[in-house]
């Protein structure tokens, strides 16, 4: 079992670079078994979740090379096997799959996805998507069968009742070689999904309107590989933000497109932080004054992203008052919360809305991590508290996070990952 040891209180110092977005990477990696020559992704993080697509992707015959940053992906030799349990079942993002083997073969089953547990986030729109394309699908012993008639998917207009990253680009997927026009409707806007349309246009695919609320998608026969570079993780770029905020001194944190954290930026501006905004970078300065306390609402992006609210939450304690977050994404997201409380902190839930009372210094102690960003909210915490912290969970955090423990360190912090039998 790995364990996260931090020893409290030290300034950091320095600057740390932001890797590829995890976001992106996980759709990305499906999205490129589409091509019938390899691609080569640049700027991949080294975190597990990658790991796991990999090997999910070596059981279908597909060759790879990571050197923890260039990922190979060489599909020419793929065969479409089961997948109905294993690695599929370990993170959420295995959904992909779905799209993009129904876009690839014509059929596929793909085990349900794991990942987080925040709470209820059904595939019902991924599913209505895959159906309106032509697709029939049954789900049989924890596993998902697709299947497409012979004549393959139709392009259609689709409205998503809700809005969702997932089914946006999982859609998105399966839609690259349907026949016709697709039109999706009430689309996610996030820049990940750009990411993914991009590599996708780049491989040959007709795809206008990412970013947009309307994604329209004119079918090809065929797609190509190609070299494509991930886009900063905004949601590693904010955690790394507000960690500055709340235990640095002097910190740049490099290669952010600062667009993407519009929101992050303007609750830190509103907080009173010093911040030096350069052109894919952010600075941030020991406030010379007492912090403000601010009210959070997660949204769909543009909004406040709700990967973030449990990583500013340790900053949002050391404000002078009262601060509040609703998640309005996923309310249930608060595993972070007791953990917090056992070192001190005076935060509690009503309503589903988080209260935030600043002022009270944090001890140490232990603590797991329930969550990937209850992870990052825990580090955050630990370098701020007195005393020692102990981490357990890190696997959670290893799924999101890159070299985390090297770069916290190269900013003068003391943490250290070690391994026990426990």
Same mark, same amino acid.
């Given at each position: ?184 409707e009430n689309a996610a806007r996030e820049p990940e999904i750009i ?41 590693? /770029?904010?955690?790394?933000? /507000? ?86 994404i996923y309310p249930k997201r608060v595993g972070h919360i007791p ?34 960003? /209850? ?48």
């Amino acid at each position: 079992m790995k364990k996260l040891i931090i020893n409290g209180g030290k300034k950091l110092k320095g600057q740390v670079t932001v890797s590829g977005a995890k976001n992106s990477t996980v759709a990305l990696i499906p999205a490129a078994i589409l091509a019938n020559s390899p691609v080569t992704l640049e700027g991949v993080p080294n975190i597990k979740d990658v790991h796991s697509l990999i090997e999910i992707l070596n059981e279908m015959n597909v060759y790879t090379e990571f050197n923890g940053s260039t990922l190979h992906i060489d599909p020419t030799e793929m065969v479409s096997v089961p997948m109905p349990s294993g690695k599929i079942n370990s993170l959420r993002a295995s959904y992909y799959f779905m799209g993009a083997l129904l876009a690839k073969f014509g059929q596929g089953v793909v085990g349900l996805p794991g990942g987080c547990d925040l709470g209820p986030r059904p595939i019902d729109q991924h599913l209505k998507g895959f159906h309106a394309l032509g697709a029939e699908i049954d789900n049989k012993m924890g596993a998902m069968h697709f299947d497409t008639p012979e004549e393959g998917m139709e392009g259609t207009t689709i409205y998503f009742d809700v809005v969702s990253i997932g089914a946006t680009i999982n859609v998105m997927l399966a839609a690259t070689k349907a026949k016709g026009l697709t039109i999706i409707e009430n689309a996610a806007r996030e820049p990940e999904i750009i990411d993914v349309a991009t590599l996708l246009n780049k491989m040959g695919a007709e795809i206008r309107g990412a970013g947009t609320d309307t994604l329209r998608i004119q079918g090809v026969e065929e797609l190509t590989g190609v070299s494509h570079t991930v886009i900063p993780d905004r949601i590693e /770029a904010g955690t790394y933000l /507000a960690i500055a905020a709340s235990s640095g001194e002097d910190v740049l944190v490099e290669n952010v497109i600062v667009e993407h954290i519009d929101g992050l930026v303007a609750k830190l501006n509103e907080m009173g932080l010093h911040l030096e905004v350069g052109e894919d970078s952010v600075r941030v300065k020991q406030p010379e004054e007492k912090l403000q306390p601010v009210t959070i609402k997660t949204q769909p992006y543009p909004g406040f992203a709700t990967d973030l609210q449990q990583p500013v939450t340790p900053l949002l304690l050391q404000a002078d008052g009262e601060s509040s977050i609703m998640d309005t994404i996923y309310p249930k997201r608060v595993g972070h919360i007791p953990e917090l409380q056992r070192m001190g902190a005076d935060i509690r839930v009503e309503s589903d809305i988080i209260l935030i009372q600043g002022g009270k210094k944090l001890t140490g102690a232990e603590v797991e991590a329930s969550d990937l960003r /209850a992870g990052a909210c825990l580090v955050s915490a630990g370098l701020i508290a007195e005393g020692t912290t102990m981490i357990v969970g890190v696997e959670n955090i290893l799924r999101g996070y890159s070299n985390i423990v090297e770069k916290l360190s190269d900013l003068g912090a003391d943490i250290q990952m070690i391994e026990t039998t426990e």
